[in-house]
């Protein structure tokens, strides 16, 4: 006779139904990233040597914003995820593996919000 | 209160040690690689733009560090580990669509990004070098 449920006595041995939605997001935000990635590699490149006030300018532009924006989204959900999996993969200690997982997520959010922070001040003029 | 019950061995597979180095094992291992040199990579994008926002002075401090020896070859393993990663990427998506699986598609697709990742960068570089005005 035991006192714990059908729920409790399974939990933690499979499957967490959350694979699917981190193969469906990997996968989106990787075709996302593709002409965003080719779009600023171009931009960036074709300004390189330019001065600051050109530079900021640029960047600054409704429709450079917008890319920027949207390729820092996708690629901070993109790398997170991928380093999610890379901590899964190779780090076996429950505890560590939760504080590297915060720490990656952290930083994916620190790196994130602070390019964002940035493309909008320049496009709104600060 | 019943006992709990010792996690079941599974079996482990062979690993990076038992089996022979192929192309395709090596593209699996460096689109992680990549992976990783981009997801660190990010703190030179975000601090080029930042520095962008803060104003002439410190954008011309990061376009100095990135100017160096040091900080070329860095963006130029960046530029390489985004390309390789993108390219790898497609692949994948690829393959996603169920097919090239085929051991020949499997080489060829291998060898494409391989080459095609050094040559495009190799591209974009002299491009920039381009738009700068010279070898400087």
């Given amino acids: 006779m035991t006192m714990r449920t059908p729920l409790g006595q399974v939990r933690g041995l499979g499957s967490t139904r959350a694979g699917t939605s981190h193969f469906w997001w990997q996968r989106l935000t990787a075709v996302a990233n593709i002409p965003l990635t080719l779009f600023i590699v171009f931009s960036i490149v074709f300004h390189i040597g330019t001065d600051h006030a050109k530079m900021a300018a640029y960047l600054g532009s409704p429709i450079v914003t917008i890319a920027l924006f949207l390729f820092i989204v996708s690629s901070v959900f993109h790398m997170g995820l991928g380093m999610n999996t890379i901590i899964e993969d190779y780090i076996q200690h429950e505890g560590l593996k939760i504080l590297a997982k915060m720490a990656s997520t952290f930083f994916c959010i620190v790196i994130g919000f602070s390019s964002l922070f940035a493309v909008l001040k320049l496009s709104f003029g600060g | ?136």
Avoid: C
């Fill in chain 2, 1 to 136: 209160m019943a006992k709990l019950k010792a996690p079941i061995e599974r079996p482990l597979s062979p690993h990076l040690q038992i089996y022979r180095l192929t192309l395709t094992m090596l593209m699996s291992i460096a689109h992680r690689a990549t992976g990783i040199l981009l997801y660190f990579g990010t703190i030179l994008l975000a601090m080029w733009l930042i520095s962008v926002a803060t104003g002439p002075a410190y954008f011309a401090f990061v376009n100095d560090l990135f100017s160096t020896y040091l900080g070329r070859l860095l963006l130029l393993g960046y530029t390489w580990a985004l390309l390789h990663h993108m390219l790898g990427g497609i692949r994948h998506l690829i393959w996603d669509t169920g097919v090239g699986f085929e051991r020949k598609t499997v080489e060829i697709l291998a060898w494409t990004t391989l080459i095609g990742s050094i040559v495009l960068t190799i591209g974009v570089w002299l491009m920039g070098y381009w738009v700068r005005g010279g070898l400087s």
